[in-house]
């Protein structure tokens, strides 16, 4: 069936790529992966548009059987529903479209067979966790896809920072995943099954029952949720388990938009809406993902305004776009949590797509002080990067039902956490408002300081060691002799397609996503009185996201347009609070300090007085020095004279005997 092609033509194709490697050389590698995602592509989306239409209903493939042990079974099967559906085209359209966008991009990189085995093996491992039909296999694509996430961000191993990057990324998840593992035990251990279709049907009759924990008693459904969410806080990087998210970037730009767009981070997002029942049935695990979600989205856009890389000005956007797909989600209104996961994945990856064709441009400098005035000179890209930012800011017009991705998607969230009624809601909306201002401001700083302005390309070391003039020689304006380039075709195709997403995505379907419960059909839980309470909201509520919006946008233009000293000034007067920010909450620090230098500290007893000092003392070190000094003693007694040996066996003899007499 169609679906088994999907899920694994990807690893065939990275089997093909990573094997064959240099043997079969760049283009054949590339041209396999490439129209592998392509033909799982044109697959899904028709799986997708028959849910969309009601004339698909949900059915299960099996693969294989895999385990029989005890009460433990499961087998290896191929689930499709609506939320699959709608995962199978959001993973399959974005990673396709960074196969493409891969072969300009890596084009000078000598190892491109191992870089697209290394893609194409992360797409087979999210593929394997939204069709996952049990818990076991959700947890195999889980790890699957942290695992081919800390190659691809290790992919120029040779630098570093990417390796450190790679490991903090794969340590950090793993913090996740252990609670993940303890839900997935905690959940047998209740239900006596992994099938996530039994789980599901039996959660609401568990409402009220406690269990034995941490030596208390507990909400049975609340310690079982929580354990869950704290995995989904890992892969989708909340606030608290979020500080591998920004180090991803030392990773070649495509893996940025793969991992950050569509898939891996939106591996939280998805089990909380498939485990949906099991939350409803808890109400404080679901005020603790409203309040985590809403604090990550605030806390990773207040660092979005003060950041200077390109990449990572969007990787805490992302984090901050997770953060109100959670609370969206904490508050009841899951559809609308998948609606903003299907539009973010259009407008974040040609956001990011759109940063790689500039540093591209730029002779890989990153640092947007170093840009300045490239609309001119990239307007294919800059008009691809400011579609994104007119998606991910929330342009629209409400009152005459037009607007850009975001625009739906974003203000549904908003007005279902108001529309909720719940304290956690309320006070989520305001923070989720407030972020909304800070996405436009980061958002426009981001274009302005990128494509307005005078050039300041002149600054960059990394450009003037491109055009290998000093600035005398070069001329007098700020340019310094360079001539910024446009991305090639195999670069631009996918920002133009991205683009037509981020355009219409909210548009088109924001009926099915919000509206239709048929749609859905029970793929996860459908709120119907919230969803119709969205549509009641008050008016300024339903234009808060523009308003503010529209309020982002003058400061940014104020302070990187109109009066560029502003920002200076701004920075200084705030003093300790934009330290504070710049330095990201000091995130890294505090854990360096309470875990990182401990643990190292720690590892060097245990290797200096532990392994060294005792084990390998008296264990193969002593036994060597032992044999070592026994051999010394026995060269000196092997002489080679008769009467040397002679007295030996005399006093051999003689310690025999007195041993016995004294006995």
């Given amino acids: 069936m169609a679906i088994t092609l999907i899920v694994f033509l990807p690893l065939l194709a990275a089997i093909i790529a990573g094997l064959g490697n240099r043997i079969i050389g760049n283009v054949p590698a590339k041209l396999v992966t490439t129209a592998a995602l392509f033909a799982a592509c044109a697959l899904s989306w028709p799986i997708f548009l028959g849910f969309l ?31 699959t559906a709608v995962m199978l085209v959001v993973v399959t359209s974005v990673s396709a479209l960074v196969h ?103 959660a609401p009759g568990m409402e009220g029952a406690t269990i034995g924990f941490l030596g208390g008693r507990f909400d049975l459904m609340t310690v079982l949720c929580l354990l869950l969410f704290i995995g989904a806080m890992g892969k989708s990087a909340q606030l608290g388990l979020h500080t591998w998210l920004p180090d991803a970037m030392e990773g070649p730009t495509p893996v940025s938009a793969l991992i950050h767009a569509a898939t891996m981070v939106t591996a939280g997002v998805f089990m909380v809406c498939r485990l949906s029942p099991m ?17 990550t989205c605030f806390f990773a856009a207040t660092i979005g305004t003060t950041q200077w890389d390109i990449k990572r000005v969007i990787a805490y956007s992302t984090c901050s776009q997770l953060g109100y797909m959670f609370f969206a989600a904490g508050v009841g209104a899951y559809g609308a949590a998948m609606f903003h996961l299907f539009t973010h994945a259009f407008f974040k990856a040609l956001l990011f797509l759109g940063a790689g064709s500039v540093i591209h441009a730029m002779h890989h400098e990153q640092d947007m002080r170093y840009y300045g005035g490239l609309r001119k000179h990239i307007p294919l890209t ?6 994104g930012t007119l998606a991910i800011t929330g342009v629209g017009i409400y009152h005459l039902g037009v607007g850009f991705a975001g625009f739906w998607s974003k203000d549904a969230i908003l007005e279902a956490a108001y529309a909720s009624g719940s304290q956690a809601g309320m006070t989520a909306f305001w923070v989720g408002t407030v972020a909304a201002l800070l996405t436009s401001f980061y958002s426009w700083r981001l274009m302005f300081l990128t494509f307005w302005g005078k050039p300041r390309w002149i600054q960059s070391e990394h450009i003037q060691h491109s055009v290998h003039k000093t600035p005398e020689q070069a001329g007098a304006d ?30 088109v379907f924001h009926d099915a996503f919000l509206d239709q419960a048929g749609f859905w059909n029970g793929s996860i839980t459908y709120n119907a009185d919230l969803m ?40 200084a007067a705030l003093g300790p609070v934009y330290r504070f920010v710049l330095n990201k909450w000091y995130f890294d620090e505090l854990y360096n300090a309470v875990f990182v230098k401990p643990s190292q500290a720690l590892g060097r007893f245990f290797w200096k007085a532990g392994d060294e000092g005792t084990i390998n003392r008296f264990g193969p070190d002593g036994a060597a020095v032992l044999v070592t000094s026994g051999s010394r003693i026995a060269v000196k007694l092997q002489s080679g004279f008769l009467y040397s040996y002679a007295l030996v066996m005399l006093l051999g003899l003689v310690a025999a005997l007195t041993w016995l007499m004294v006995r």
């Fill in 532 to 571: 119709h309470a969205m549509h009641e909201v008050p008016t300024l509520v339903k234009y808060a996201a523009s308003i503010v919006m529209v309020i982002g946008l003058a400061v940014a233009w104020l302070f990187y347009i109109r009066n560029t000293s502003l920002p200076g000034k701004v920075s």
């Fill in 279 to 295: 939350f409803e049935a808890s109400p404080i695990a679901l005020t603790v993902v409203t309040i985590v979600g809403a604090a």
């Fill in 478 to 507: 700020t340019t310094g002799g360079y001539h910024p380039h446009e991305s090639p075709l195999a670069m631009l195709l996918p920002l133009g397609l991205l683009g037509i997403g981020a355009v219409i995505a909210g548009q």
């Fill in 100 to 202: 493409l966008y891969s072969w300009g991009y890596m084009d000078e990189d000598p190892d491109q067979p191992r870089f697209f085995a290394y893609l194409s093996l992360f797409t087979f491992a999210m593929l394997m966790l939204v069709t996952a039909d049990n818990l076991v296999q959700m947890f195999f694509g889980w790890e699957g896809v942290g695992l081919a996430s800390y190659l691809l961000i290790g992919f120029w191993f040779r630098k570093p920072s990417a390796n450190a990057a790679a490991i903090k990324a794969f340590v950090v998840n793993r913090v996740g995943d252990l609670g993940f593992m303890m839900g997935i035990f905690g959940t047998f251990l209740v239900f006596g099954t992994v099938s996530i279709p039994a789980i599901l049907a039996a």
């Fill in 53 to 83: 239409s009601g004339s698909s209903t949900e059915y299960v493939v099996p693969v294989l059987s895999w385990l029989r042990s005890g009460d433990l079974q499961f087998d290896w099967a191929l689930r499709v529903d609506t939320l």
């Fill in 382 to 387: 800059f008009w691809a990067m400011l579609t």
